[in-house]
C-alpha cells in the first residue's frame, strides 16, 4: 500500500479522520462473491459477569450467518478475580463452550511469568483449548513449559490446543488465512521470561506470502499491538499501511472501541480494522464481501452491547460454580475499615499521585524494612493499580481485584542519580496517561511538565528522620518494588541495569498481601494526598506541606483555576460566586460562545466571564435571585454544594436523593429540603465533610479558595 497517511497517529479521531472511507456498505453479492462474518472480542481480562450474554449473540448471529468466524484478539488473563482465583480456566471454559475458532496473545498473558509457577498457567490454557492459538512473532521454544505445543507452520491442517503461526479456515469451499501478532512491548511490560518477540512487520509480511504460496486470498491479522499506540512499538495503522495483502485486522490492546469498522486505502486493495474496546463491553460483528480475487468489496460493522441481552443458559450454568467462588472471596473482609474511598481510577493512577498509590507504597516499605532496615523509599507502577476500593469495610476481593498480577517484592540499591533517572521515565509522558507513572513512599517530588521530556524533574526530596531533605545524587538508597518495575518494566533501563549489575534481591513478598498486612495493622484509615508528587507552579504564597497543596495542584493542572495575580493563588481568599461557577464550567467543558445571561448585574464583568455565568444558567446549574446572580459575594458552602449536586443530577439526568438522617451535622436543620440533600451529596460522595470533629457543616460560612480547590479536586471523581 502506497497510499498517504499521517505517521503520528496520536489519537483515534484523527485517524478515524483520515481513514473512514469506507467501501460502499450497500452493494449487493455478484456471482462469485463469498460474504464472511466475523465476530471477535479483545482485551476481556477475565471480565466474565456478562460471558454468558456473549454466548447468546454468538448462538443467534451463526444460526442467521452460515460463514462465520469466532476470534480473539488477545488479554483473556488478568483483571478480576476470576483470574486470580482460576488463572484462566474460567474464561477458557467459556470460550470453548462457545466455539471460538482461533486467538491470538495479549501481553497480559504473560503477566505470571515471575510467579513461582512460571507461565504454567498459560500453558495449561492453551493445552486445554479447544481451538488453536495463532503467533507469528512470539517464539516459546526457550521455555520448556510450552515444549510441544509450538508448530511454526501456515497450515489447515491444524489441531486445538496448539500454537501455530497462522491456520487456513475452509469456509464454504473458500480459505480464509488467520496469523496472529503480539505487541513488540511485551517485554517491557509483562514477566515474558524466555519468552521471545519479533519484529511485527516482518512477521505479517512473511505470513502474507506463506498464505499467497498456497493459494489463500483472504487474509485476517488477529492483532493485539494497538490500534493506534504508540509507532515506537506497533499498531494496526501502521501495519495496515505497510504490509500489502491483509484484509480484515482483528485489533486489541488499546481497548479502542471502535464503533465502525475503520478502512485503510491505499494499496491495491483496501484493509478493514475493528476492535471491541475492552473488559467484555461488547461483541463484535464485522460481515464482510470478498470478490474473486480475495479483496474486500463491502462491509458493515457494529459493536454489539450486552444491555438487553439474555444470559445463555447452558453458559450461565458452566460460569455458576466459578462465580459462587468468586463471590465467596470478595466477600471476604480483610479486618480492616476504610473511612474514605481509595482512589485506583486508572486515569488517575497513570497521571498522578493517589491515596491509594500512597497506602500500598507505604506498605511496600513496611514489609521491605523488616528485610532490610535501610530501606527508605517504595515505587511502585501505576498500570499495576487496577481498580479502586469503596468506602466501608475492605474485603479480600476488592485487594485482589486492585493487584491482580501477584507481582513479588524486589529490593533496589540505587544511587541519587538513579532515582532521578527513573522519575524522569515516570513523568515523560505526562499529561498522558501511562502504566509506568510511579507512585512513590518515602520521598517528593515536583516536576515541570512544560520542559522537555527527560528534564522535567525539579526537586526530590527523600524522608529521613528529620523530616524530608534534598535527595544526595552521589548517595545509595534502597527502594522497594515489585519484581516487574524493578527487572525494567514499562522502560525503566535505570533499574534494569541495576538488576543486571546484581543490585537488585527479590525476597518474594507478594504484593496484594503485603498490602493486606500492612492494613491490618489499623483499626480504620482515612488517607489523604500529600504532595508526594507536584508539577510546578507559578504560585509563590503555597506551602509545599500545607494539607490543601496537592488540591490546589490538581486542579491547576487541569485548569480549573488560575492565580490571583501571575505569582500569587491567595488560598486563604474567600471564593466568589463568580469564581465557583467558572470553576464548574471549566470542568464540565460547557459551550459558552454565544451564551448570553439573563442576570440584570453582570455590570462591567469580562465577556469571557459572563458567557461562563450564562452557561451555568443556561444549564440550570445556578439560579440567582430577583434576576441578579450577586457576582460578588462570597459563595456560602451551602450554595456550593447546591451547584456541585446540579452539576451531577444534569450528567446523572436524575434528582440525587440524600439521606438525611445519616448526616452528623446538627447546624443545617434551618436548610430547605433541596440544600440538605446537596450537603447530603457532598458528604455522602467524599466531596466535602464538616468541622468541628465532623458535627458542622457550616452552611452560611463562606469558602476559601484552598478549601474550594480540595472540594473541586474530590468532585472531579465523581463526575465524568
Do not use: C
Not at 496473545?105 to 507461565?119: Q, T, W
Not at 509563590?540 to 491547576?556: K, L, R, S
Not at 462591567?604 to 466571564?609: D, L, Y
Request: glycine share 10%; charged share 25%.
Amino acid at each position: 500500500m502506497n497510499g498517504k497517511w499521517v505517521k503520528a497517529s496520536a489519537s483515534a479521531a484523527l485517524a478515524l479522520a483520515l481513514f473512514s472511507i469506507q467501501a460502499p456498505d450497500n452493494a449487493k453479492a455478484a456471482e462469485g462473491d463469498f460474504e464472511l462474518t466475523v465476530l471477535h472480542t479483545n482485551d476481556t481480562h477475565a471480565s466474565l459477569k456478562d460471558a454468558p450474554k456473549r454466548a447468546t449473540l454468538v448462538k443467534q448471529i451463526r444460526a442467521e450467518n452460515e460463514n462465520a468466524l469466532l476470534l480473539d484478539a488477545g488479554d483473556v488473563f488478568s483483571g478480576t478475580l476470576y483470574f486470580n482465583a482460576f488463572a484462566g480456566q474460567a474464561d477458557l471454559e467459556m470460550m470453548n463452550s462457545m466455539q471460538y475458532d482461533a486467538m491470538t496473545f495479549g501481553n497480559h498473558e504473560f503477566d505470571l511469568g515471575a510467579s513461582e509457577e512460571g507461565h504454567q498457567a498459560l500453558a495449561d490454557f492453551i493445552k486445554g483449548a479447544e481451538f488453536p492459538l495463532v503467533s507469528a512473532n512470539i517464539d516459546f521454544s526457550n521455555d520448556e513449559k510450552f515444549e510441544g505445543l509450538q508448530n511454526k507452520e501456515y497450515t489447515a491442517e491444524y489441531e486445538d490446543g496448539k500454537i501455530y503461526n497462522g491456520i487456513v479456515k475452509e469456509i464454504e469451499g473458500e480459505k480464509v488465512g488467520i496469523f496472529g501478532l503480539t505487541t513488540e512491548e511485551t517485554p517491557t511490560i509483562s514477566s515474558t521470561g524466555d519468552v521471545e518477540f519479533s519484529e511485527y512487520v516482518e512477521a505479517a509480511e512473511e505470513a502474507v506470502a506463506a498464505f499467497e504460496e498456497q493459494g489463500v486470498n483472504k487474509i485476517i491479522a488477529l492483532t493485539h499491538i494497538g490500534y493506534d499506540d504508540s509507532l515506537a512499538w506497533d499498531n494496526d495503522l501502521e501495519l495496515a499501511e505497510t504490509v500489502e495483502g491483509i484484509d480484515i485486522i482483528v485489533g486489541g490492546h488499546t481497548h479502542t472501541a471502535l464503533d465502525e469498522p475503520v478502512v485503510v486505502e491505499g494499496g491495491e486493495e483496501p484493509t478493514v480494522i475493528v476492535q471491541t474496546g475492552g473488559n467484555n463491553s461488547s461483541l463484535g460483528q464485522l460481515n464482510v464481501t470478498f470478490d474473486e480475487n480475495g479483496a474486500v468489496t463491502s462491509h458493515e460493522g457494529e459493536l454489539l452491547a450486552y444491555d438487553e441481552v439474555e444470559a445463555d443458559e447452558g453458559a450461565a450454568e458452566l460460569l455458576a460454580p466459578y462465580t459462587a467462588k468468586v463471590e465467596e472471596m470478595s466477600k471476604e473482609s480483610i479486618g480492616v475499615s476504610t473511612e474514605v474511598a481509595l482512589n485506583g481510577e486508572r486515569e488517575f493512577v497513570r497521571t498522578g499521585e493517589t491515596n491509594l498509590g500512597n497506602l500500598i507504597t507505604d506498605g511496600m516499605v513496611a514489609t521491605a524494612q523488616k528485610i532490610n532496615p535501610d530501606v527508605t523509599m517504595a515505587v511502585t507502577n501505576g498500570g499495576g493499580i487496577r481498580a479502586s476500593i469503596d468506602e466501608g469495610d475492605i474485603t479480600l476481593g476488592e485487594v485482589q481485584t486492585v493487584m491482580p498480577f501477584g507481582n513479588a517484592l524486589a529490593i533496589m540499591e540505587l544511587t541519587g542519580a538513579e532515582i532521578r533517572e527513573a522519575l524522569e521515565t515516570s513523568v515523560s509522558a505526562y499529561p498522558t496517561a501511562s502504566g509506568g507513572f510511579l507512585h512513590v513512599s518515602g520521598l517528593k517530588f515536583n516536576f515541570d511538565p512544560q520542559a522537555e521530556a527527560g528534564d522535567r524533574v525539579r526537586d526530590i526530596l527523600a524522608e529521613t528522620e528529620d523530616g524530608f531533605t534534598p535527595i544526595d545524587e552521589e548517595a545509595t538508597y534502597y527502594v522497594a518494588s515489585n519484581t516487574f518495575t524493578a527487572k525494567g518494566g514499562d522502560g525503566y533501563d535505570v533499574f534494569k541495569a541495576a538488576y543486571e549489575d546484581g543490585r537488585v534481591s527479590e525476597p518474594g513478598n507478594v504484593d496484594y498481601e503485603m498490602f493486606i498486612d500492612y492494613l491490618t495493622g489499623f483499626e480504620s484509615i482515612n488517607p489523604e494526598l500529600e504532595g508526594r508528587i507536584l508539577t510546578t507552579n507559578p504560585f509563590t504564597d503555597i506551602d509545599a506541606d500545607n494539607e490543601f497543596t496537592p488540591f490546589i495542584q490538581n486542579v491547576y493542572d487541569v485548569g480549573l483555576v488560575k492565580g490571583t495575580t501571575p505569582t500569587t493563588y491567595s488560598p486563604n481568599k474567600i471564593l466568589s460566586r463568580t469564581q465557583a461557577v467558572s470553576m464548574i464550567v471549566r470542568a464540565l467543558g460547557l459551550e459558552t460562545e454565544g451564551k448570553t445571561s439573563s442576570f440584570k448585574d453582570l455590570g462591567n464583568m469580562a465577556e469571557e466571564t459572563k458567557a461562563e455565568v450564562a452557561a451555568a444558567e443556561e444549564a440550570g446549574i445556578v439560579i440567582g435571585s430577583n434576576g441578579n446572580f450577586m457576582p460578588n459575594e462570597q459563595v456560602k458552602r451551602a450554595q456550593l454544594a447546591l451547584m456541585l449536586k446540579r452539576v451531577y443530577e444534569l450528567q446523572e439526568e436524575a434528582e440525587y436523593d440524600g439521606d438525611a438522617a445519616d448526616l452528623p451535622f446538627t447546624d443545617i436543620s434551618g436548610s430547605d429540603e433541596e440544600t440538605i440533600d446537596a450537603i447530603a451529596f457532598l458528604y455522602e460522595q467524599d466531596i466535602a465533610d464538616g468541622s468541628e470533629n465532623g458535627t458542622k457543616f457550616r452552611p452560611l460560612d463562606g469558602t476559601s479558595r484552598a478549601q474550594a480547590a480540595k472540594i473541586y479536586s474530590n468532585f472531579l471523581k465523581v463526575i465524568k
